[in-house]
């Protein structure tokens, strides 16, 4: 018997009884689609929570600067020559002081036995461009700009919080707070702040209005940098704020979480696996159990074949081109579909799909073996069979 004759035999076989090859076939379909779509969806959804993790890679800086009993190590002017580093998206300078912390601040300068109008906050001093360094935006009106500094304004920009304390809902009037014995005209409130959130329970003042309360040094700065840029801006901010200083400032950084993402991207990967082989395992079952069903109802057709002088080699041959067949046919189907399930799910999620090639080529070889194992133990039962016997 040559491959061409057994090749026919093994159509024959299956084309006889369609429905049944049609669901074995089933089987393996939805185990090879079912292993393509969980690597494939794996591989997708890993690369979006590596692009989540990427987001979240050490983007702020903050740059400590202690005090120095002469000259101040940083001044307020020096954010402006960190600004024009590449890689560096915003900055601002802060000062706070011990005298400036726990401040008694009221929004009204009226005594109202009924209602606490009288808080304890913190007084800082910032530069113009702290809305944007602490990943914030003015919620209600504006922050002072570089007039407001010259000039030495007493103007107050609120967090929000602060801001609820003591009942500042509306600025169209100009309220004003006082802070001590001083009044500072409120022009707008901070919230929404995704870094130093501390600020939203603080009373921020140019440094020009706020020596009164200590803040005149810069005690840290606030840098946010482009992705990728940190490593190299961490070696660069303390030369540019402080030339010839700049050991004396520390920076800091967080960790960035490549090793978390990366170990996150493994354990996605191999719970995908082993789903997508449990599914491959579950259809090697099913063409088990139908082509062993298919053997016994075969006998007849096995004993005449083995007494016209088909040798055991051509019996099981035949069976195992079956299996193998239904093995291939599935793999292919289910490649095609588990691609096409792929994309679409990616398109619902506007994600960009991502699947090895090598994985959509190897699915019906996969397939076929698969059928080729799964029809070995029929095969040989068939192949034992003796002719007698199987007449009988």
Same mark, same amino acid.
């Given at each position: 018997?040559?491959?061409?004759?057994?090749?026919?035999?093994?159509?024959?076989?299956?084309?006889?009884?369609?429905?049944?090859?049609?669901?074995?076939?089933?089987?393996?379909?939805?185990?090879? !689609?079912?292993?393509?779509?969980?690597?494939?969806?794996?591989? !997708?959804?890993?690369?979006?929570?590596?692009?989540?993790?990427?987001?979240?890679?050490?983007?702020?800086?903050?740059?400590?600067?202690?005090?120095?009993?002469?000259?101040?190590?940083?001044?307020?002017?020096?954010?402006?020559?960190?600004?024009?580093?590449?890689?560096?998206?915003?900055?601002?300078?802060?000062?706070?002081?011990?005298?400036?912390?726990?401040?008694?601040?009221?929004?009204?300068?009226?005594?109202?036995?009924? %209602?606490?109008?009288?808080?304890?906050?913190?007084?800082?001093?910032?530069?113009?461009?702290?809305?944007?360094?602490?990943?914030?935006?003015?919620?209600?009106?504006?922050?002072?700009?570089?007039?407001?500094?010259?000039?030495?304004?007493?103007?107050?920009?609120?967090?929000?919080?602060?801001?609820?304390?003591?009942?500042?809902?509306?600025?169209?009037?100009?309220?004003?707070?006082?802070?001590?014995?001083?009044?500072?005209?409120?022009?707008?409130?901070?919230?929404?702040?995704?870094?130093?959130?501390?600020?939203?329970?603080?009373?921020?003042?140019?440094?020009?209005?706020?020596?009164?309360?200590?803040?005149?040094?810069?005690?840290?700065?606030?840098?946010?940098?482009?992705?990728?840029?940190?490593?190299?801006?961490?070696?660069?901010?303390?030369?540019?704020?402080?030339?010839?200083?700049?050991?004396?400032?520390?920076?800091?950084?967080?960790?960035?979480?490549?090793?978390? %993402?990366?170990?996150?991207?493994?354990?996605?990967?191999?719970?995908?696996?082993?789903?997508?082989?449990?599914?491959?395992?579950?259809?090697?079952?099913?063409?088990?159990?139908?082509?062993?069903?298919?053997?016994?109802? %075969?006998?007849?057709?096995?004993?005449?074949?083995?007494?016209?002088?088909?040798?055991?080699?051509?019996?099981?041959?035949?069976?195992?081109?079956?299996? !193998?067949?239904?093995?291939?046919?599935?793999?292919?189907?289910?490649?095609?579909?588990?691609?096409?399930?792929?994309?679409?799910?990616?398109?619902?999620?506007?994600?960009?799909?991502?699947?090895?090639?090598?994985?959509?080529?190897?699915?019906?070889?996969?397939?076929?073996?698969?059928?080729?194992?799964?029809?070995?133990?029929?095969?040989?039962?068939?192949?034992?069979?003796?002719?007698?016997?199987?007449?009988?």
């Amino acid at each position: 018997m040559d491959f061409r004759d057994l090749a026919g035999e093994a159509a024959a076989g299956l084309l006889s009884r369609p429905v049944r090859a049609a669901l074995t076939t089933l089987g393996t379909v939805l185990g090879i !689609t079912t292993l393509v779509v969980t690597l494939g969806v794996a591989a !997708t959804a890993g690369n979006q929570i590596v692009g989540r993790f990427d987001e979240l890679v050490a983007t702020a800086i903050t740059v400590e600067v202690p005090e120095s009993p002469h000259a101040p190590l940083v001044g307020w002017t020096a954010v402006d020559r960190l600004t024009r580093l590449r890689g560096v998206e915003s900055a601002a300078a802060v000062a706070e002081s011990k005298e400036g912390a726990n401040l008694s601040v009221r929004s009204t300068d009226i005594v109202d036995p009924t %209602r606490v109008t009288t808080q304890s906050l913190t007084v800082l001093a910032a530069t113009t461009g702290l809305p944007e360094a602490a990943r914030g935006r003015m919620v209600r009106g504006r922050f002072y700009d570089s007039g407001h500094v010259r000039r030495g304004d007493r103007v107050a920009v609120l967090g929000d919080q602060a801001a609820r304390m003591l009942g500042v809902t509306a600025l169209d009037r100009a309220p004003a707070v006082f802070i001590g014995k001083h009044a500072y005209t409120v022009i707008g409130v901070l919230g929404d702040l995704r870094r130093e959130r501390n600020l939203s329970t603080a009373v921020i003042v140019p440094h020009t209005a706020g020596r009164r309360f200590g803040l005149r040094d810069v005690n840290r700065v606030l840098v946010n940098t482009s992705l990728g840029a940190t490593g190299l801006i961490t070696r660069q901010a303390p030369a540019a704020l402080s030339p010839g200083n700049e050991d004396m400032l520390q920076v800091v950084a967080p960790p960035s979480p490549t090793r978390a %993402r990366d170990q996150a991207q493994d354990d996605v990967n191999a719970l995908f696996m082993i789903l997508g082989l449990v599914s491959l395992v579950v259809g090697a079952v099913g063409i088990a159990n139908v082509s062993l069903v298919t053997v016994m109802e %075969r006998v007849t057709e096995i004993g005449l074949r083995r007494a016209l002088g088909a040798a055991r080699r051509h019996i099981a041959a035949q069976f195992l081109l079956e299996s !193998t067949l239904i093995g291939l046919t599935g793999g292919v189907i289910g490649a095609s579909l588990g691609v096409v399930t792929i994309v679409a799910v990616s398109a619902a999620k506007q994600w960009t799909p991502l699947l090895d090639v090598r994985l959509a080529v190897a699915a019906p070889v996969v397939g076929a073996v698969v059928g080729l194992l799964a029809g070995l133990h029929p095969a040989l039962r068939a192949a034992r069979m003796e002719p007698v016997d199987a007449l009988r």
